[in-house]
Nanobody
Framework: QVQLVESGGGLVQAGGSLRLSCTAS????????MGWYRQAPGKQRELVAS???????NYADSVKGRFTISGDNAKKSVLLQMNSLKSEDTAVYYC??????????????WGQGTQVTVSS
């Protein structure tokens, strides 16, 4: 069974910082991309940032210059450093991994979600 364990959400004032962490279980033996998505109430889930196993990053326009994603292939983990947070960043953040278990096809895996609330 594949698990993505997230930590680091919480409540912060506008302009503050938070760091989200996600680690995939060892049963996910190959990971091609890891990233973070978010979903605010009444809105669709959207990509925040992603990083490939080769280190290529991708960011939503709304977070460029404020958020930084980094990954550790050996630890099967990804970090999202969020600075200069705004009220519109308030959402449930989900860790995502595109990868495969041994003998299975590549597919998306999701964490349980962590709440980020930015007060203005």
């Amino acid at each position: 069974q594949v698990q993505l364990v997230e930590s680091g959400g919480g409540l912060v004032q506008a302009g503050g910082s938070l760091r989200l962490s996600c680690t995939a279980s060892r049963s996910l033996f190959r990971i091609d991309v890891m990233g973070w998505y978010r979903q605010a109430p009444g809105k669709q889930r959207e990509l925040v940032a992603s990083i490939t196993s080769g280190g290529t990053t991708n960011y939503a326009d709304s977070v460029k210059g404020r958020f930084t994603i980094s990954g550790d292939n050996a630890k099967k983990s990804v970090l999202l450093q969020m600075n200069s947070l705004k009220s519109e960043d308030t959402a449930v953040y989900y860790c995502n991994a595109l990868g495969k278990r041994f003998g299975a096809e590549s597919r998306d895996y999701w964490g349980q979600g962590t709440q980020v609330t930015v007060s203005s």
